[in-house]
């Protein structure tokens, strides 16, 4: 099959994370694959097998840019295209009409926003969310109940070949506003009073953005309080896993929760908007249906955060075996080779 997939950042985030390993198993499986996405560092880990052109999607030169990828898919004769992102969902309806081809669309965020217009609920010949839980508090549910379906992110499954240094935290993401706001919290009010009863606790953020100057600026005046650095900052690498490795918690939820779990590390899903608790055997099932993040959770707070790490350092023999398992359902569940005929399955939905 001849495929087009289109994204509007090609950078760092689950998204984008995402959209290359698709791009890479669908080539792998002798897919004929092109993206079509501005440059950005996932350009590093993408297979040689997989075409890409270079565009900025720009909502002022939606026309113009719809027009240019329509005659590009004709070029290639491209047989579905399929859109991440709200930019590149609406611009690839917009192509696909033009080129009278098939679009499937993944929603990664919100329904509200990643469809926000009718045009772009009703083009896509079918819908992929990423989370259920999306999926169902959709306002617009009834309008694309039956073209949707939930697919939930995949990932590899790494064997973990290092012991995590003790204490070691570790938060993944994007350094934008909203992850900033809970990294803030871990720094100025979680780490000071972890600091009191484990001497040896640090913070890795692996990551970068617009918020890393004051991110940086927040850990200098911890550092100057205890005497050491507790927050080390990593910056981005293309290779998060070995990151994850050394750490004896991972902090987050979606993308980086499911790394987190994919590496046998102990996860406690929490982002910026739900402070849950630790992933376990236990609430497994329920958590992947929601892009591991615990929907019904209260918004984090510091007394929260410092009970639930506390409780994990007094029983971390048993969230090591936990992890163990996880790990063994997260193959199952998750392995891209899985995902990716599931994802399979709806271009041949889309192109009949």
């Known amino acids: 099959m001849r495929i087009l ?30 993206i079509l996405a501005p440059k950005g560092r996932q350009l590093k880990r993408l297979s040689p097998e997989v075409g890409f052109q ?34 590149a969902i609406y611009t690839a309806c917009w192509a696909g009409i033009m080129s009278q081809t098939p679009v499937v669309a993944t929603v990664h965020g919100r329904t509200r926003y990643d469809l926000r217009t009718p045009f772009a609920r009703k083009t896509p010949a079918r819908l ?19 073209k949707s379906v939930v697919i939930p992110n995949g990932t590899h499954v790494w064997e973990k070949t290092q012991q995590p240094i003790p204490y070691r935290l ?17 720094i100025k009010q979680v780490l000071p009073e972890l600091y009191k009863s484990f001497p040896g606790i640090s913070l890795l953020v ?4 617009k918020k890393m100057a004051y991110l940086k600026k927040l850990a200098n005046d911890l550092h100057k309080k205890t005497g050491r650095e507790i927050c080390v900052f990593a910056g981005y690498h293309g290779d998060m896993q070995s990151f994850i490795a050394q750490s004896s918690l991972l902090i987050g939820a979606g993308r980086a929760a499911l790394m987190g779990l994919a590496s046998a590390s102990p996860v406690l899903s929490t982002n910026s908007r739900r402070g849950g ?43 090591l075996d936990q992890a163990d398992e996880l790990q063994q359902k997260v193959f199952h569940d998750f392995g891209l080779d899985k995902i990716v005929s599931e994802i399979e399955q709806q271009y041949q939905l889309a192109i009949k």
């Not at 993944?172 to 871990?186: F, G, N, P, W, Y």
Request: include cysteine.
């Open 5 to 34: 997939l289109i994204i509007k950042r090609f950078d760092f985030g689950g998204a984008e994370n995402h959209v290359c390993d698709l791009a890479n198993v669908l080539a792998a499986r002798g897919n004929d694959v092109s």
């Open 128 to 146: 992929i969310f990423v989370s259920r839980r999306v999926k169902e508090v959709s306002a617009t549910l009834d309008q694309i109940q039956h």
């Open 170 to 186: 570790c938060y993944v993401s994007r350094l934008d506003t909203k992850h900033a706001e809970l990294i803030a919290l871990l």
């Open 277 to 319: 608790g630790l992933i376990s055997t236990g609430n497994y099932d329920d958590m992947k249906q929601n892009n591991f993040l615990d929907v019904e959770a209260p918004h984090p707070d510091a007394a929260g955060l410092i009970n639930k790490i506390s409780a994990f350092y007094a029983c971390q023999d048993f969230w």
């Open 206 to 209: 692996v990551g970068d953005g």
């Open 54 to 87: 270079q565009m900025n999607l720009n909502s002022l030169f939606l026309p113009v840019q719809a027009f240019i990828i329509a005659r590009l898919i004709r070029k290639k004769q491209i047989q579905l295209i399929h859109g991440h992102q709200r930019m």
